[in-house]
C-alpha cells in the first residue's frame, strides 16, 4: 500500500494595525532581532498612537493568525524644515523564523498603501550604513538617499554644556543676518546660558514659538507646533523641549525628544526636530546658550548622543550645529516618494 502524500499547509497572512495587545509579541519579536528588550520604547510608541491615532502607522502582519512582523511610524509635519507632509519610519521587525516568505514585503506594501491613502508623500527613515541586512531590504522596497545630512554629537566630547564651555568672545557680526550661533561683541565675558534664560517649553510658550517660528521660517506652522508641544507635555519622560526667553518673550525654541529605540537604537539618543531663533534677535548668542542648556539636561539624564537632521542646502543651519561640534553621523537618511 503507498503511502499518501502529506497535506501542504497554506500560509494565511493579513495586514492589520497594531493593538496594545501585541506590545508582548512586537517587543519578543524585536528583542530577538536585536538582542535587547525594548519593551518600555514600545509600549511608549503604541500608547501615542491610541493618543493621537491619525499622527502614527503602525501595522502588524499575521502569518496563521500569529504576529509575525511589524511597522511603526510617525508622521512629520515641520520637523527637520519639512514643508511636505510625510511618515518617518520608526522600527520594524519580521521574526527570524517568518523571514524569507515574503512576509516584510507584504508589510512595507501595506504601509506605504496606508500612508498614502492619509495624504503623506513620502517616508523617511534612517540607517546605520553597517546594517547591510536592513538597507538591503529597503534598497529592495525603492528607497534612496535623501538630500539630508545626518549630524551627531557625543556630548562627552561637546564643551557645550560642560565644564569647558568657553564664555562668549567679540566677534564681528556675521554677514548672514539668520546667524543666530554668533554673540555680538557687547555680549560676550560670560556663558551664553547664564546670561540669556532658558527653560523647559510649556504651554504658556505657544504664542511665541508660533511667533519666533514665522519670523524664522517665513511660514505658519502653527498647527505642527502645537501638535508637537502638546506631544511634549503629555509624553514628559521622552520630550526635552526648551524655549529662551529675553525681556519676558520667547526669543529662540528648540524641540527635541530622547529616542529609546527608533530606528532600532539600543541606546538613549535626543533628537533635535526643530531650533528655531527671532531674526530680531540673531547674534546674541541664543542659539548658543539653548544647546548648551540642552546638552546639560540630556547629560543629566544618562543620555550620550544627540543627533538631528539637515537639508543638504540649509548650509547656515548646518554650520550652527559644526560650530556647536556636531559632525556627520555613521547613520544615512533614506526616503522613498509614494505615488499620488
Known sequence: MQAQPEKLVRSERKTRFLQPRDLHAVVSIDAALAGRARGAYFERRLAAAQRDPERHVQLAVEENGVLAGFMLGRALEGEFGRSEPAVRLEALGVAAAAQGRGLGTALAAAFEGESARRGLQEIRTAALWREHALLAFLDRAGYRL???????????????????????????????????????????????RDRIEVGVLGQDDMEGVARVDRRHTGRERRGYLCRALGEALADSAVRVSLAARTDGSVAGFVMARVDYGDFGRTEPVAVIDTVGVDPLRARQGIGRALLSQLFMNLAGLGVERVETVVAAGNLELMGFFYRAGFGPSERLALVKRLSA
Open 146 to 192: 535623501a538630500p539630508a545630512h545626518v549630524l551627531d554629537c557625543a556630548l562627552a566630547d561637546a564643551e557645550l554644556g560642560s565644564s569647558r564651555e568657553a564664555p562668549l568672545e567679540p566677534a564681528a557680526a556675521p554677514a548672514d543676518p539668520n546667524d543666530y550661533g554668533t554673540p555680538r561683541p557687547a555680549e560676550s565675558g560670560s556663558l551664553a
